[in-house]
């Protein structure tokens, strides 16, 4: 099973910024997807998630209204738009799979991706 997230990069306060999570060696409309972070200094934190058919998504509130989760069932990916991103939303950020429990634990995940950076300057 891999999970590749790729779309990370150094941005300014402000901007705009797409993940993207390519995901293979699972059935990937069986499994709902959620993006994760881990700021400096801090513990893994729920961002996002989607469940498997797209129907229902789920924000951190400290994203919410600024990030949108999707995913693309026919292409096994999932993204994660970010807007007006801040300084605050420095991070690597991974993607993840769950077959079931819930979205908001990281513990409910079964694969996990290596994440990628995203770095907002002021």
């Known amino acids: 099973v891999q999970l590749q997230a790729s779309g990370g990069g150094l941005v300014q306060d402000g901007d705009s910024l797409r993940l993207s999570c390519v995901v293979s060696?699972?059935?990937?409309?069986?499994?709902?997807m959620g993006w994760f972070r881990q700021r400096p200094g801090k513990e893994r934190e729920f961002v996002a998630a989607?469940?498997?058919?797209?129907?229902?998504?789920y924000y951190a509130d400290s994203v919410r209204d600024r990030f949108e989760i999707s995913r693309d069932n026919a292409k096994n990916i999932v993204y994660l738009q970010m807007s007006v991103l801040k300084p605050e939303d420095t991070a690597v950020y991974y993607c993840?799979?769950?077959?079931?429990?819930?979205?908001?634990?990281?513990?409910?995940?079964?694969?996990w991706g290596r994440g990628t950076l995203v770095t907002v300057s002021s």
């Open positions: 993840a799979a769950r077959y079931r429990g819930s979205q908001y634990n990281a513990g409910a995940y079964d694969y």
């Open positions: 060696g699972i059935t990937f409309s069986n499994y709902h």
């Open positions: 989607i469940r498997q058919n797209g129907g229902s998504v």
